[in-house]
Antibody, heavy 121, light 107 residues
Framework: QITLKESGPTLVKPTQTLTLTCTFS??????????VGWIRQPPGKALEWLAV???????RYSPSLKSRLTITKDTSKNQVVLTMTNMDPVDTATYYC?????????????WGQGALVTVSS | DIQMTQSPSSLSASVGDRVTITCRAS??????LGWYQQKPGKAPKRLIY???GLQSGVPSRFSGSGSGTEFTLTISSLQPEDFATYYC?????????FGQGTKVEIK
């Protein structure tokens, strides 16, 4: 059974760096074809893809946020960490992590519950 | 970037109605598209993969079709639990992009 859960601060101040952790179970990020991605959703708005990291440590980022994002994995801890620098109130959103597997077309087939992050002074 | 234009942005329908939602890609994406359902306060749930594959456990009233640039999600007979917002996602090329969503409301 695949599960994912996001954790991190609920409130950050403008200009601060956000660090979110996705802790997962039921799969391994050392298996060929497996990845974990991050998606966010501002209140009342649409979903936005942010980044993905794969089993081989290949990483891809949204170009509009690439300068501010870093995604890393810790296979031994079953965790993926997303950092976003220079936070702004427009970054207020629910942040989701999700599982994917390339080999069977499992793109974001399992999601975490989401973590609401508010950016405010 | 590939733009995904989803229509309509909202619709009102009655239980038992047939509902169709469309996503158009700004360039061809083969069948690299999924459909997701999201209820208020909940994470999205995948319904369809590879444009027409039904996710395990999803009712058969949901179906997807299309390839290239035009895709549809059809709910053959709308049920009370189907009132939600639906999104498409293209994963053909980076950056992956979602449609802007279709809110299905009770008529």
């Amino acid at each position: 059974q695949i599960t994912l859960k996001e954790s991190g601060p609920t409130l950050v101040k403008p200009t601060q760096t956000l660090t979110l952790t996705c802790t997962f179970s039921g799969f391994s990020l050392s298996i060929s074809g497996v990845g974990v991605g991050w998606i966010r959703q501002p209140p009342g708005k649409a979903l936005e893809w942010l980044a993905v990291v794969y089993w081989d440590d290949d990483k891809r980022y949204s170009p509009s946020l690439k300068s501010r994002l870093t995604i890393t994995k810790d296979t031994s801890k079953n965790q993926v960490v997303l950092t976003m620098t220079n936070m702004d109130p427009v970054d207020t959103a629910t942040y989701y992590c999700a599982h994917l597997t390339l080999l069977t077309g499992g793109y974001f087939d399992y999601w975490g519950q989401g973590a609401l992050v508010t950016v405010s002074s | 970037d590939i733009q995904m234009t989803q229509s309509p942005s909202s619709l009102s329908a009655s239980v038992g109605d047939r509902v169709t939602i469309t996503c158009r890609a700004s360039q061809g994406i083969r069948n690299d598209l999924g459909w997701y359902q999201q209820k208020p306060g909940k994470a999205p749930k995948r319904l369809i993969y590879a444009a027409s594959g039904l996710q395990s456990g999803v009712p058969s009233r949901f179906s997807g079709s299309g390839s290239g640039t035009e895709f549809t999600l059809t709910i053959s007979s709308l049920q009370p639990e189907d009132f939600a917002t639906y999104y498409c996602l293209q994963h053909n090329s980076y950056p992956w992009t979602f449609g802007q969503g279709t809110k299905v409301e009770i008529k």
